[in-house]
């Protein structure tokens, strides 16, 4: 990855506290599937590493059935990327690192993987960041970022304490 951004340890101040979710999950991924589930969550935050890197506690519930998952945050300067790892209760693995980092207030987070046994690339993508808002999405790519499927939308809103 060819680093178009530049890090700094404020990047994920935005997200630092706690978080009414509501999500949007395609039914299907890199099936041709336009059908969405619709669900709520909660996400809390926190720094770590003297600012160099975040937690998150998420609870998601999902139609089916709700579990929790953590997001690991941390930054590493010396590549000058961030690096984001997920913790998911219903499969407590985890998996390679997405590298990335922000610019022009848009945060962008890539990854090869694998889906149903097929490569792809993962995209994160963070924005619309204000105080009392953000946007995420996941997308997939099976042909190298050629074509992008965004499968997941959350949108957050700072909860009332």
């Not at 987070?109 to 963070?126: H, K, Y």
Request: proline content about 4%; charged content about 25%; hydrophobic content about 40%.
């Amino acid at each position: 990855m060819t680093a178009t951004f530049t890090v700094d340890v404020h990047d994920w101040d935005f997200l630092v506290g706690r978080w009414t979710v509501r999500h949007r999950r395609l039914k299907a991924r890199l099936a041709g599937s336009t059908e969405w589930d619709e669900f709520d969550g909660t996400c809390v935050n926190w720094p770590t590493l003297g600012g160099e890197g975040n937690i998150d506690d998420n609870m998601l519930e999902l139609p089916g059935g709700a579990y929790r998952a953590v997001g690991i945050r941390a930054l590493d300067a010396k590549e000058g990327h961030w690096l984001i790892w997920w913790l998911d209760q219903r499969y407590p693995t985890i998996d390679a690192p997405m590298r990335g980092g922000f610019k022009d207030g848009v945060g962008t987070f890539l990854a090869d993987e694998t889906f149903n046994g097929r490569p792809i690339t993962v995209r994160f993508r963070w924005s619309e960041i204000t105080q009392t808002s953000a946007r995420w999405e996941q997308a997939f790519s099976p042909d190298g970022g050629a074509t992008w499927e965004t499968n997941w939308i959350m949108h957050f809103t700072r909860a009332r304490t």
